[in-house]
């Protein structure tokens, strides 16, 4: 009877493995495999407290069995119950040291939790069971950099390319470690090669296009971030880096309408609004100026700069008395910017 409720839920026939399993733990109730298979079922079936119930039931009576606790781990983590999730694979990896998928999944809602340190631990205990195991060097990669334990992120990511040459996902990840390491030609080099691997990755684009700014390298930047728009034009901080690019480049008109593409994107992208309000400014377009600072305002009242060239811009446009409003309301911020202001608009 266990044999064919395991071949029904093989074949995805949840409620009749369901009801099989059922059968088998009425007439012996210390079946572990049975407790599994029908927790397993019913949270294919939906039935996410039934599901808990009958795992928490075998664990009860088989503690130290690993598949018990790693099934209802699973089903901790489908819904997002990250802490009791853990629990649970802590308990299959005591009961089983060499559980690789207990161990994986350990890694995956540690990082749920931003528990780092213990993703990086996790991983360590699966590379020692697998030495070839790229997945979880780039995923220790990834957790180091959480850190800003940048040369550990380093030696991950090099540890899961040399790996897997083609793993695009730890070629862009070490560009980008490479450049937070002040190593931009050696992140533009890696970055390079994951774009020639994966052309249609926008965020290999983004990362290359960031280190050539970084080099003051604009022209180049600014063709990465238009690569990364044609591939994902719903990015809006990708609009902004263009923004940035086309302003170092004096293409004013190119950067107001990229900076204007990610507010429409994300209207409270607060840099973006500060960014077009300026250029605006040096326009002399200065009710534009003035609702895009507000706008700036609006998503970060403490946004000090914004407020400073709001009063800056009003003060342009006639609004003296709105000016030293603004004025007054930077110098609980900001009274250092505040005096600075003063000495402009104060004559």
Known sequence: MLKSASEALEAGRNSEAADAFTRV????????????????????????????????????????DAALHYNLGVVHQAHARYDEAAAEYRDA??????????????????????????????????????AANARAFYTKGWAASRLDRWT???????????????????????????????????????????????????????????????????????????AAIALDPRDAATHYKLGRAY??????????????????????????????????????????????????LRVRPDYAAARFNLALALFASGQRDAALDEERALRAVDDNLADQLHRLIAK
């Open 25 to 64: 733990l009425a007439i012996d109730k210390d079946v572990p495999a049975a407790y599994v298979g029908l927790g397993i079922a019913l949270a294919r079936l939906g039935r996410d407290a039934d599901s808990v119930a009958v795992l928490q039931e075998g664990i009860r009576r088989a503690p130290a």
């Open 93 to 130: 990896v005591r009961a089983k040291p060499a559980f690789v998928d207990a161990w994986s999944n350990l890694a995956i809602v540690y990082g749920k939790l931003a528990r780092f340190a213990d993703v990086i631990d996790a991983c360590d205990s699966l590379v020692r069971l697998n």
């Open 152 to 226: 550990e992120a380093e030696d991950a990511y090099t540890r899961a390319l040399a790996i897997d040459p083609r793993y695009t996902d730890a070629s862009v990840a070490l560009g980008v470690t490479y450049s937070q390491l002040g190593r931009e030609e050696k992140a533009i080099e890696t970055l390079r090669a994951a774009v020639a691997l994966e052309p249609t990755r926008a965020d290999a684009h983004v990362a290359l296009g960031a280190s050539y700014g970084n080099l003051g390298r604009w022209a180049a930047a600014a063709a990465e971030f238009e």
């Open 247 to 296: 302003a170092r480049l004096a293409r004013r008109a190119d950067a107001i309408k990229a900076y204007s593409d990610a507010v429409r994107i994300d209207p409270d992208f607060s840099e973006a609004h500060f960014n077009l309000a300026l250029l605006y400014a040096d326009e002399g377009r200065q009710a534009d100026a003035i609702a895009h600072d507000k706008e700036a």
